[in-house]
C-alpha cells in the first residue's frame, strides 16, 4: 500500500502532467508546478476520489502547496 | 447522421413536447441514450414511451429544484454513464408588460429559464471534467437579442444564457467541452400558438422566409452542435430563425 504521500505525489503528476522530481513536498501548485485556477479545482476534485472524502471551498483554496494537500488528507481521513 | 452520438449520454430538460420533444427524438435517432425530462410524471411517461424503441428513457425533473437536478444526474451516471451532452430547454413564458408584472412573474422566469440553466451545467461539470469532453447547448431565444413587449423577464433569462454560455465555454474550454446556444425564432410549438393572430401576422412580416419554424428545425441544429462535426465551435449562438433576426 503506497502512503499517502505517495498517492498525493501521483495525482499531482497526472493532473499537472509534471515531472516526479518537481512534485517537492514545499512545490506549490500555481506557482512552481503551472496550474493554472481550473487546474487546481481538478486536482482537488481527484483528491477527493482517490482518498473518498469531501473537500470543502472554503478548505481547497488553503491546499496550495503538496504539503498542504497531504497534511489535509491526514487530518480528515482515516488510512 | 445515423450514430455519429453512439456511446454518448444525452440529458434533455423539457422534452415533453415542442421544441424538447424533437431534440430529444433528434439525438436518440443520432445514436444517443437519452433521457428525457418532464414536470409530471405522466409527461416522463410519455417521453419514456416515445423514446424507448431508441433506448432512451423519461425522467420527472423540477429544473428549479437543486437538490433534485444533482440527484437526477448521479442517477443517471449510475445508471447510464455520465451525462455527456447537456441541452437545457426548459423553459416558461410570463408575458406581462413591465408596469404590470408581479415579482413573481420576474422569478418564476429567472429561475426555470436561466438559473436551470447554471445548476444543469454544474452539475454534469465534473463529470464532463474527468471525461475531457462534453457539450452543452442551452435553447436561448431571438427574443434575448432583439427583445419583446410584454416579455422584459423572458429577454433578460434568454440573453443571460448566451452571456452564461460565452464565460463557461472560456473557463472549460481546454478541457475539450464545448458550450453553445441555439437561438430559435419564432417555431409552432403550444408556446407560440398561445399568441394573439394579430402578433403572429406580425411577427410572420419580419421572417425572411415568410413562415413559422418547425420544432425539428431547431433539434436539427442542436444535433449539430452535440456531434463532432461541431467540435470546434464553443461559445457560440447559433441562429434558427427563418431570417427574422440577423446578428
Known amino acids: ?79 | 447522421m445515423s450514430n455519429t452520438l453512439q456511446g454518448e449520454i444525452a440529458l434533455v430538460t423539457g422534452a415533453s413536447r415542442g421544441i424538447g420533444a424533437a431534440i430529444a427524438d433528434e439525438l436518440a435517432a443520432m445514436g444517443a441514450t437519452v433521457i428525457g425530462t418532464a414536470t409530471s410524471e405522466n409527461g416522463a411517461k410519455a417521453i419514456g414511451e416515445r423514446l424507448a424503441a431508441h433506448g432512451g428513457h423519461g425522467r420527472v425533473l423540477d429544473v428549479t429544484d437543486g437538490a433534485a437536478v444533482e440527484g437526477l444526474i448521479d442517477a443517471t451516471a449510475k445508471e447510464f454513464g455520465a451525462v455527456s451532452i447537456l441541452v437545457n430547454n426548459a423553459g416558461i413564458t410570463r408575458d406581462q408588460l413591465l408596469m404590470r408584472m408581479k415579482d413573481e412573474d420576474w422569478q418564476a422566469i429567472i429561475d426555470t429559464n436561466l438559473t436551470s440553466v447554471y445548476r444543469t451545467s454544474k452539475a454534469v461539470m465534473r463529470g464532463m471534467m474527468k471525461a475531457r469532453k462534453g457539450r452543452i447547448i442551452s435553447i436561448a431565444s431571438v427574443i434575448g437579442l432583439t427583445g419583446n413587449p410584454g416579455q422584459a423577464n423572458y429577454a433578460a433569462a434568454k440573453a443571460g444564457i448566451i452571456a452564461f454560455s460565452k464565460s463557461l465555454a472560456r473557463e472549460i474550454g481546454t478541457r475539450g467541452i464545448t458550450v453553445n446556444v441555439v437561438a430559435p425564432g419564432f417555431i409552432d410549438t403550444d408556446m407560440t400558438r398561445a399568441l394573439p393572430e394579430e402578433s403572429k401576422q406580425a411577427l410572420l412580416g419580419q421572417i425572411a422566409l415568410g413562415r413559422l419554424g418547425e420544432a425539428s428545425d431547431i433539434a436539427k441544429a442542436v444535433g449539430f452542435l452535440a456531434s463532432p462535426a461541431a467540435a470546434y465551435i464553443t461559445g457560440e449562438t447559433l441562429h434558427v430563425n427563418g431570417g427574422m433576426y440577423m446578428p
Open chain 1, 1 to 79: 500500500m503506497s502512503t499517502i504521500e505517495e498517492r498525493v505525489k501521483k495525482i499531482v503528476i497526472e493532473q499537472l502532467g509534471v515531472k516526479e522530481d518537481e512534485v517537492t513536498a514545499n512545490a506549490s501548485f500555481v506557482d512552481d508546478l503551472g496550474a493554472d485556477s481550473l487546474d487546481t479545482v481538478e486536482l482537488v476534485m481527484a483528491l477527493e476520489e482517490e482518498f473518498e472524502t469531501e473537500i470543502p471551498d472554503e478548505e481547497a483554496e488553503k491546499i496550495t502547496t503538496v504539503q498542504q494537500a497531504v497534511d489535509y488528507i491526514k487530518a480528515h481521513t482515516k488510512d
